[in-house]
């Protein structure tokens, strides 16, 4: 289960088959330091507590728990810890250059090549995909079809996908399930450890849970609503602060991502005609100035030797804390970290346990080899795509 699609195609032997291909959407969790990645379950599809779990007289529970899940991303170890450095120079270091290097976007209305939305959007697809597999469930001709349809199983399977994109905010008091105050939502993975869920299934989330609502809220979010989203606004936010309050903006380029943000390209403008008149031009250091970027279309490296930047002689390193064209208004505002241990370091004991699978025979078998299953986060999930279509093709 990813985002991705399937493709029609041939095994070695000329037979037809089909492959999943995973597409855009996987990758680095803001702030969390964890890659993403497809999310495997290591359970054979015609294993008897598969075949026979909606049978009263032999099913006892929901066959996919948690210790059968596993993101691919876990094993990027290097890939992560890399990610890890590059997002510290991105959302740590004060008035990095490599701020502006991504394009963050607004919250409110983000720009689809922002993270903003990408991460949004990959989120709710994942959401979309259980709320319409848990409305299947409940219903009873919706039942019908998802339980003993085998074409359907990706249903079944597809609840995995709590464990990628899944946070659990509400709690059970007096036989009621309530919402958590604000910024006390539990985080990715710490799901299977809230009141109320079976610690077996854990981050898997059964359909009925899926749908609990705590004070009329939905109980089940997703990891942008609990963590992305904000940590997302507070490197936006940083990214307009050290434009104002830094000499930053004498050395970025605008062709860079991040000023892909109107609003930010426009700051940039305003910012570097202070700079020109301001007297803390002095302390640019003109060797890291671009000289191919353009300021109201002529050289800035130009323009700032003609308005006599680069012409004190304390400076002698690159000039990013002093300066400040417009007065502070404060400390810059700082990015939520996580300080958890990467994957397989000795030191994750410390953090709340990720289960992962036991060697078996079947261990790794993916859902797409076993059954030719795909699910769709960042677009919507595949069986929701080919739900909608069936809808379409039958009027």
Known sequence: FAPGHRLSGEDEFGAPRQVFKTSGGVGFIPGRNEITSVIQVSLDPFDPSVMGWY?????????????LVTDVGSFYVNTGRLAAVAWSWVSHRDASVDLYKVHVGTAENPHEDSLQYQWREYCAGGLRFLMKN????????GRDKLLYDIDQREYLYGMAIGCAIGAWRCYR?????RQ?????ADARFDIRRVYGLNHDIG????PPLVVQKGQGEPC???????EIRDTLIRVRERQEYFLRHSLVCAYVRRSWDAFQDKTLADLLGSMRTLLLEHPDRKLVKLADVPREETHNGRSWYEQLVEAGAGTSKSIT???????????????????????APMPFDPGRARVAKLVLPQPTTNR???IVAGAGVAALLGAGAYGLHRYRRREENHG
């Open 220 to 226: 089940f979010v997703t990891m942008y609503d609990t």
């Open 55 to 67: 049978n009263p007289r032999t099913a006892s529970e929901w066959p996919i728990k948690q210790a």
């Open 173 to 177: 008091n007096e036989g009621k399930w």
């Open 317 to 339: 390193t690159l000039a990013t804390s002093p300066g400040r064209l417009e007065p502070p208004p404060g400390p810059p505002p700082t990015v939520p970290g996580d300080d």
């Open 180 to 184: 958590r105050e604000s910024g006390q």
């Open 203 to 206: 981050c898997v989330g059964i």
């Open 364 to 366: 790794w078998k993916p």
């Open 134 to 141: 848990a409305t299947d469930f409940l219903a009873v001709s």
